[in-house]
Each structure stands twice: as C-alpha cells, then as structure tokens.
C-alpha cells in the first residue's frame, strides 16, 4: 500500500497486491481449521454443496457489493454508508460489523494461540504420536487450564504491535511469499491423502451429497461459513475496496478472492477426512478436529516434524493477515467517525478484544460451566458472529445496492477498466436484488423456526 499525493487514504500499489491482500484477509483458520469442522458436524457432503452454492449466488455479488461501496466513496463501512444515502440511517449497519470483528477477534485469537503451542510441540517433537487418545490428550492439555490464556495474549499484543507500528505492509509483503508456499503444502498433504486407506470413504463423506440431511441448522452453518471465510457481512472487504485504485477490475477481484479462499477450504478438506477415516476418528470432533487429526498425518509423514513446525508456522502468519484485517474495522471507525488518534483507536479496540479473547480462552477450562443458550463464551461468540451478525450485515447490504443506491453506481463501479458484459452486470443486479437478500432472509428466518 502506498499514500496517494493530496489524499490521506492508501491506496493499493498493484493490482496483485490488492489481490495477494484480499485473498490474505479471508484465507486464515475460517479455511483451514473452521471449514473441517463445520463440515465435519454437518454431514459433510450436504454441508459442502450448500456451502458452493453460498459462494457463487451470495459471496461473489457481495463481494463486488462491498468493494464498489469501498472503492466508490473511499470510505470505511459507516462513511460508505452515508456518502451513499445521507439522509437514512443506513450506516446503523456498521455497528453490527464492528460488534462482529470484536467477537470474531476474540475467538479467533485462541485459536491462533493454539497454532503456537501446535508449532511449539512440533519444534519439540511432541506431537508425534500414533493413537488417537493421543491426540486428544494432548488437545486437552494445551488447551484447557489457563495455558490458552497466555498465548491469546500473545497473540493479541502481537496484533497490536503490527497495527500500532504500521508494519502492516511488512505483513502483506510477507504474505505474498508466505501463502503461496501454504498453498504448495496443503498441495503436498493432499496428495499424501491419496496413499491413505480411508481416503475413498473421506472423499465420499466431503463430496457425496445426502439431500436428505440438508436441514435449517446446516443451511445456517453453510451461509455463517461463506461469510466467515470470505470475511464478508462486516466491511472489511468494504475497507479493502477503498484501497482499491481505478484500474482494479472489482468483478475479477471479487472472484479470484472467493474461487482460492473456497480452494483452500477444499483442499483443507481432501487433507482431513481421509486421514479421520483412516485413523478411526470422528468427523463430528467439532473444534477440535483439525488438532487432533493434523498431528496424525504428520506422524505418518517422513521428516513429520519439520513439516508440522512448518504447517503451523504458516497457518499462525494466516491468521495474522486475517486479524490484522478485522481489526482495521473498528480502527478505522474509531479514526474516521471518532477523530481519535490511531493510537487510542487500536489500544481501545486491543482492549476490548482481549477482555473478549480472556473469556473465549478459558471457555475449554476454568469457564467451560459458564454457558448463556446452552454455549461457552468461544461458541456464542462464534456463533452469533458468523450465523448473525454477518448474514445480517450482507443482507442490509445487498438490499442497500440492490435497491437503494442507483444501478448506475454499482454498474459504472463494475465496468470500470473492464470488459464485464451486459449479461455479467445483469447477473449481478438480479443476484444482490433478489437471490442474497430473499436466501439470507429465509435461511435465518428458518432457523429460528418460524417457518417450516
Ligand atoms: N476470513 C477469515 C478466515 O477465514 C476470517 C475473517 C473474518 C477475517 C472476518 C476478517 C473478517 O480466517
């Protein structure tokens, strides 16, 4: 990123950066360790078609939504808002992004604790063992107890001291070297996948669709998933199209970004099941899954321990892409419509996240008795996030484009250096008009049980 002449906001230097950005805020732990998982507790197959479908119909018109916005007003998500509609209250939604980045924060940096102890015990090789009580064990030794509290605060002063220090862009540019190569290792564990002996039935339960077993609670969880993983609903992909210089063709952007996230989640996927099935394990292991499963793969790996370090290495830098983006929601709120200094913006968001990230951590240990809706602290957080918060914010939005923001604007934004047909804008319009807004309303409505 760099700072344009007489204009106070960064912009993107290149259009790969922009890409390499986008892409590093949504691949984090929502691909590698959360898809598993909800995959995992939703039947698979069933989970995975729905969550496809999710992308293509509601992810891809959002995420050319909010980078529009972004890029049309150069605002963050409330400026964004009222630019476009001074005289309703419309910018209301920016308050859900930002209650939404704060949970997501919390939780998100326990489990990005956990990849360092995971990293840690692969260093020390400990991680090395064949049964899976093993792998459970050792799962609830690192991460029950007060232990987890120690290294989400880590975590977070380390997020912290990349906001304050303004090495964002030491962090992008590393990012730009260090995906590619989680890329390339997700690539190889993939293709051990293939040697082991339960890889037909974890391709089968991933990929083999039961329609019988799609119900509102794995519609909920696919939709939480999409939005999750792209980093939608909350606008940080407004943020980052606000970045975006002129020639950046958002249609493109919009689907790289969702096509390699989603191939991520993919691959996490091929990497999982077969070695759940092969080990005898449960696929409905929950949080826990990824941890318990990964260190089996790498025990049965030659050089297990070196790939292991490696492997949680990169996913830990994953995840700081993605939670150095989230917390720029908030930053740039507290910046823009607060006139605080960035200082104060980030030690009061950090603050906030912590006593946040203090709860969630003790959620597997001392606080796991403390539940609100039958949920630990980590779960609720999680949940409401994902399943509410988000959809919720890509439905104002998509109803605010669809509708309340004239065509023009969202087609000048598309056709903008690009070659996007009639049939590309009109797809688009039809999708943020009728498809996002009538499925996010439905599936929530559902769930809840108001209807069907
Ligand atoms: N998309 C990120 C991931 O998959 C998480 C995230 C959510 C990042 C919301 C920013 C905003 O890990």
């Known amino acids: 990123m760099s700072q344009t002449g007489n204009n106070e906001r960064a912009v993107f230097a290149t259009r790969f950066g922009a890409i390499a950005t986008t892409v590093g805020s949504a691949v984090g732990l929502g691909n590698i360790w959360r898809f598993p998982y909800e995959a995992g507790i939703h039947g698979g197959g069933a989970f995975m078609i729905c969550y496809v479908a999710f992308v293509f119909l509601i992810g891809i018109p959002l995420l050319c939504a909010e980078f529009a916005m972004g890029r049309g007003t150069r605002s963050n998500i409330f400026g964004a808002y009222k630019k476009l509609r001074p005289t309703h209250n419309w910018h209301l939604a920016g308050y859900i992004g930002i209650l939404a980045s704060l949970l997501i ?15 840690i015990s692969s260093v020390f090789g400990n991680l090395n063992f064949s049964d899976a ?22 975590f977070l002063a380390l997020n912290f001291l990349i906001l304050i220090g303004g090495v964002t862009k030491g962090i992008e540019r590393a990012s730009n070297i260090l995906m590619p190569l989680l890329f390339v290792i997700l690539i190889a564990f993939c293709i051990n996948s293939f040697t082991l002996p339960g890889f037909g039935e974890g391709i089968s339960f991933l990929f083999h669709p039961d329609f019988s077993k799609i119900t509102p609670s794995v519609l909920l969880g696919a939709l939480g998933q999409a939005f999750f993983s792209l980093s939608l609903g909350l606008g940080c992909m407004m943020t980052y199209g606000s970045y975006f210089k002129s020639d950046n063709r958002i249609a493109r952007t919009a689907t790289t970004t969702a096509v390699l996230d989603s191939l991520v989640a ?70 823009e419509e607060k006139k605080w200094s960035r200082r104060k913006a980030t030690i009061v968001s950090s603050l906030i996240a912590l006593a946040g990230g203090v709860l969630c951590a003790l959620s597997f240990g001392p606080l796991s008795h403390m539940k609100i809706f039958g949920m630990t602290a980590f779960s609720l957080f999680d949940y409401v996030s994902s399943n509410i918060c988000l959809p919720v914010g890509g439905f104002v939005c998509s109803i605010f484009v669809g509708w309340f923001v004239d065509v023009r604007f969202l087609r000048g934004q598309i056709k903008m250096h690009s070659t996007a ?7 688009l319009v039809f999708c943020l008009r009728w498809i996002c807004p009538m499925a996010i309303l439905l599936i929530l409505l559902n769930s809840v049980g108001f209807i069907g």
């Open 266 to 335: 993919v691959l996490a996927g091929v990497i999982i099941f077969p070695a759940v099935f092969s080990f005898g394990l449960s696929p409905e292991a929950g949080p826990a899954l990824v941890f318990e499963v990964l260190p089996f793969i790498f025990s049965h790996l030659v050089g297990g321990g070196v790939w292991s370090a490696l492997f949680f290495l990169l996913l830990f830098l994953a995840s700081l892409t993605s939670t150095v983006s989230m917390s720029e929601i908030s930053i740039t709120y507290f910046c």
């Open 105 to 119: 924060l919390s939780f998100y940096s326990v489990v990005a604790g956990w990849t360092v102890e995971y990293f």
């Open 421 to 427: 047909g009639r049939f590309v804008l009109r797809l």
């Open 133 to 154: 009580e093993a792998g459970h064990r050792l799962f609830m030794e690192l991460t029950t107890g007060w232990r987890p509290l120690e290294w989400t605060i880590v």
